[in-house]
């Protein structure tokens, strides 16, 4: 079953511009976390936030987490055309053996 | 350089045949999962194995089926009771601990011919 649902399905902006994503979930978590897909290929690990954070910051990501909205937002910063990917959000429900749920993620696209 | 490959990239299955998909580590990660996705959706777990000789079903485990012999090993096999096995199949790893997130393979894409 898909916990995490991503927001928007799509996303256009150009380059320099900010770019922020939204996930949201049902079900308790351990951390959620965020990945990134280039057309074609495997999925890569971008930031892990635990539930007892509110944000975090990687280079030009910031993640928050509000775990009493079952929501979490991915931004990312003066955007290039190089993250044109899809992005999705993973949780890792409380109490489970580490299966990762997936949402049906954000496409973004960065005009040069 | 310790990774995750997943061989082959593109696979082509006639109606009626079973398909293995591989799927080697090198990160000495406990646990193994695979994953379908299918066009413009998220991924669907298949199976995951935590441990060398022990695996669980996921979500959409029927007409597939895996094996953990080693701990370096988890190939997938789509059997022919898979009625719909077009899709990308991803594969990926984590550390029983898992606070690095998983790794993933670059995945295979099937194509029923």
């Known amino acids: 079953s898909q916990q995490g649902e991503e927001d928007p399905q799509a996303l256009s902006i150009q380059e320099g511009e900010n770019a922020t994503m939204n996930c949201s979930y049902k079900?308790?978590?351990?951390?959620l976390q965020w990945y990134r897909q280039n057309s074609g290929r495997g999925l890569v690990h971008l930031i892990l936030?635990?539930?007892?954070?509110r944000e975090k910051h990687s280079g030009r990501l910031r993640v928050t987490l509000d775990t009493s909205k079952k929501s979490s937002s991915l931004l990312i910063t003066a955007s290039r055309a190089a993250d044109t990917a899809s992005y999705f959000c993973?949780?890792?429900?409380?109490?489970?053996?580490?299966?990762?749920?997936f949402g049906s993620g954000t496409q973004l696209t960065v005009l040069p | 350089d310790g990774g995750i490959t997943q061989s082959p990239k593109y696979l082509f299955r006639k109606e009626g045949q079973n398909v293995t998909l591989s799927c080697e580590q090198n990160?000495?990660?406990?646990?193994m999962y695979w994953y379908r996705q299918d066009p413009g959706q998220g991924l669907r777990l298949i199976y995951y194995s935590q441990i060398v000789n022990d695996f669980q079903k996921g979500d959409i485990a029927e007409g597939y089926s895996v094996s953990r012999e080693k701990k370096e090993s988890f190939p997938l096999t789509v059997t022919s009771a898979q009625k719909n096995p077009t899709a990308f199949y991803l594969c990926?790893?984590?550390?029983?601990?898992?606070?690095?997130?998983?790794?993933f393979g670059s995945g295979t894409r099937l194509t029923v011919v």
């Open positions: 990160l000495n990660h406990d646990a």
């Open positions: 990926a790893s984590s550390s029983r601990q898992g606070t690095g997130g998983y790794t």
């Open positions: 993973a949780t890792d429900p409380s109490g489970s053996a580490r299966q990762l749920t």
């Open positions: 936030i635990r539930s007892n954070e």
């Open positions: 079900t308790s978590i351990n951390n």
